[in-house]
């Protein structure tokens, strides 16, 4: 049997890493297995689904390199993939349902049947519907009444009265009990299919496998189970993915900061590494390995080490594993995914990047080694660029200015540095040793104090290549503030 995975979001928004999880557990499965992964559009929601939801959602995917073997864009065996272009199958299907009395047909409006709730449980009983208490509205008044505005008999299915039970991959076994939930609508007055009834047609008709989602879709699973009978369809087996908290042990949310693809992508996050972190947020790799590519991910994943409880979206972590992979990758790579960020924060033209394009690739290898997330790369350049003001009220700094041997190694180092006419890191380097030999200060004093006078900070990258980088007229500049202090 084919494994056959799939991802199914509802295009209402951005691509939460909730979604995104789920999206790469499927797509793992599936990789795993060398089965398929499939994409579905779940857009019957027509006041919120957009297509610029829609577009965003694949776009984010894209980004994640999570590709998909059947869906939009790509088309498949088993398609249409949007819900919006399959509403005559769930009709016909629905019908079917009808007719071997597993399901019948209603002529009753919201209002109706929110009355009817508001009825039972007021009187202490479950507000759950059966067709006693809707055939009243089976009148041939009102089946007129619908036709005349253009509506469809509301399609209910009719609940069997007993227990159901579930094996899920993940949770374990899950029982149902008997009187759970009533009937329950499969096609509304509109015409559009419920969540439920569309799901278990969509599943069935392209042959879903396996069934990988959040838990909080767990309570929609007894439905769905029945409808499945209704049919006489094999069940998908079904594996409840654990939801993920912040680190206040609450849910996720905006609260906790970004919390889609689309901002870790915009704040300069590497897929790779959103990725490798995402995998990681309820199971674990069989060594406890923590840096995986997209092939030892597939290789390594498999449902028997999805932890069950919730996992905590830890943004420390992440960023830590977002510098591993800024500092591993091709320079060049990352000098084409920085440039966007340098433009934006002002501090070089997208002009001035490219014709500054081998200063910039030496400075950008030299800052990304302390580089979290690519928008801090723009802050890291600007010491060898931006002017600055330096404190010579500093008491920290003045400390080590005034040690013994300092002032006189930063002019001696100034002297040689003006009559650099090579310059290069070599040089630098050269000239320090030169100008620390024969003033001989403390080392720490002077590399603190030089650091401080050329870069405004007291710590940061190689100070060698910084000074390189910095340049010998604008070094110049700064070390002749201090000198005339």
């Known amino acids: 049997m084919e494994v056959r995975t799939r991802f199914a979001p509802s295009p209402t928004g951005f691509l939460h890493v909730g979604g995104a999880r789920t999206a790469l557990f499927n797509y793992l499965f599936a990789r795993k297995h060398n089965g398929k992964f499939i994409l579905r559009i779940e857009d019957t929601d027509v006041e919120r689904s957009t297509k610029e939801s829609e577009d965003q959602l694949i776009d984010a995917l894209t980004w994640l390199g999570l590709d998909w073997d059947e869906g939009p864009n790509v088309g498949g065996s088993y398609g249409p993939y949007r819900q919006t272009e399959r509403t005559e199958i769930y009709l016909q299907k629905a019908k079917e349902l009808v007719e071997q009395g597993k399901a019948y047909e209603c002529y009753v409006y919201p209002e109706e049947m929110e009355s009817i709730r508001e009825e039972l449980l007021s009187q202490g009983k479950a507000p759950h519907y059966n067709y006693d208490m809707l055939k009243v509205y089976n009148t041939e008044e009102r089946k007129k009444e619908y036709k005349e505005k253009g509506l469809t008999p509301v399609i209910f299915f009719k609940m069997p009265r007993k227990d159901y ?31 439920n009834y569309a799901v278990v047609i969509d599943d069935m008709m392209m042959k879903i496998t396996h069934v990988i989602r959040g838990d909080d879709h767990l309570s929609n699973t007894l439905r769905q189970v029945a409808i499945y009978e209704a049919f006489n369809s094999e069940l998908p087996e079904f594996a ?40 990681l947020l309820g199971w674990s790799h069989p060594e406890g390995k923590e840096l995986l590519d997209i092939n030892e991910l597939i290789e390594n994943f498999g449902l028997e080490r999805v ?47 490219e014709n500054n394009k081998k200063w910039l690739l030496e400075a950008i290898e030299l800052v990304r080694t302390s580089s979290e997330e690519l928008n801090d790369i723009p802050n890291e350049l600007k010491i060898f660029i931006e002017d600055f003001k330096i404190n010579m009220e500093d008491e920290e700094f003045i400390g080590y200015l005034n040690d013994e041997g300092v002032k006189e190694a930063i002019k001696q180092a100034y002297k040689l540095f003006l009559n650099d006419d090579e310059w290069t890191s070599d040089s630098v380097l050269e000239n320090l040793k030169i100008a620390m030999k024969e003033n001989k200060p403390k080392k720490k004093s002077f590399y603190m104090a030089l650091r401080k006078t050329l870069t405004n900070e007291f710590h940061g990258p190689d100070l060698v290549k910084s000074i390189h980088l910095i340049g010998r007229a604008r070094a110049l500049e700064r070390f002749e503030r201090v000198i005339e202090y």
């Open 240 to 279: 409840h993915v654990s939801m993920i908290l912040g680190p206040d042990g609450k849910k996720l949310s905006k609260r906790h900061g970004a919390t889609s693809a689309e901002e870790f992508r915009n704040r300069g996050y590497l897929p790779e590494s959103v990725v490798n972190f995402l995998a």
């Open 307 to 353: 932890n069950s409880s919730a996992a905590v979206f830890d943004d420390v972590k992440l960023k830590w594993m977002n510098g591993n992979y800024i500092r591993s990758a091709k320079l060049d790579r990352i000098y084409k995914l920085s440039i966007p960020f340098i433009v934006q924060s002002g501090i070089l033209t997208e002009e001035q990047c």
């Open 165 to 195: 039970k579930l094996n899920d991959l993940i949770k374990g076994p899950v029982i149902f009990k008997e009187g759970s939930v009533g009937d329950f609508i499969l096609i509304r007055s509109n015409g559009f299919p419920t969540y």
